[in-house]
Every structure is written in C-alpha cells, then in structure tokens.
C-alpha cells in the first residue's frame, strides 16, 4: 500500500524539495495557502504535514497558524489522517517547546530533523497502529 501525504507550507521551494524527496515513498500533495487545502478533501490523505508558522487562509484574509489549521481538520472529520506539525522555529533539541506543541498535533517535526530524519518520523508514524479511517 502506498501511503498519500499533503504538505501544507508557504514555502515553495521547502514544498518542492520536500515533495522530490518524498515521492519514491509516498503520494505527495503540496499546497502552499491554506485556503486551498482546507477546501481540499483531507480525508483522502493518510497523513498531513503542516508548517507552524503564520499562513495567510488566503490572499485578503487574515492569517493562522498550523495549529489552528489541524484544530479545524480535527473537528470537520471525524476520523482525521495523521496530524504532524513542522517547524523551523523549534530545534530538535528543543524538547519542552516541542512537548508544547504536541497538544495540537499527533507529532512535531523540527525542520533541523533534515529530509532522511522526516523520512524516518513518516514512517515511524505510519507504521504504527492508527485511528480507524
């Protein structure tokens, strides 16, 4: 089975490497405003990847932040995918920041983590048991 994964930033190009570097694992999805993927259908997705940092919801709204992004996918479905938070903000090595942020999100992903640590985290979080769907 192959996995499906979206990834929610406004950073293109971290979209695009991310996205390059995923695809011989998985089925990405990018978007890079917010808007676009809460009126994607999220459902489809077995995880979701979205930035902590202020996204605009679209061109002349006001902005939000990853957080608030996966507390809206928790409460329009009733079985959500895999809710993962990234950040650059925090390091990997900031583990009481990271606890924080876990409130929200089923894990964090400092963005120092590099592309073969996330790799790794996906699959963690995928090969574990999960939520019916």
């Known amino acids: 089975m192959r996995f499906a ?7 293109r190009l971290w979209c695009h490497a991310v996205a390059r570097f995923l695809q ?3 089925d990405v999805t990018t978007f890079t405003d917010t808007h676009s993927f809460l009126t994607a259908s999220i459902a489809a997705f077995d995880l979701v990847m979205v930035d902590f940092a ?20 928790r409460q329009s479905l009733s079985h959500p995918p895999i809710l993962v938070l990234t950040t650059a903000f925090v390091s990997q090595y900031d583990q009481a920041e990271l606890k924080a942020l876990l409130n929200d999100a089923d894990d964090v992903l400092p963005k120092d983590l590099g592309l073969d ?8 979080l995928l090969d574990r048991p999960t939520q019916p769907r």
């Open 5 to 11: 994964i979206a990834i929610l930033d406004d950073d």
């Open 24 to 26: 011989p694992h998985f």
């Open 54 to 73: 202020i996204l605009p919801l679209c061109r002349s709204d006001s902005s939000t932040n990853g957080c608030d992004v996966i507390n809206q996918v």
């Open 117 to 124: 640590g996330i790799l790794n985290r996906l699959r963690t």
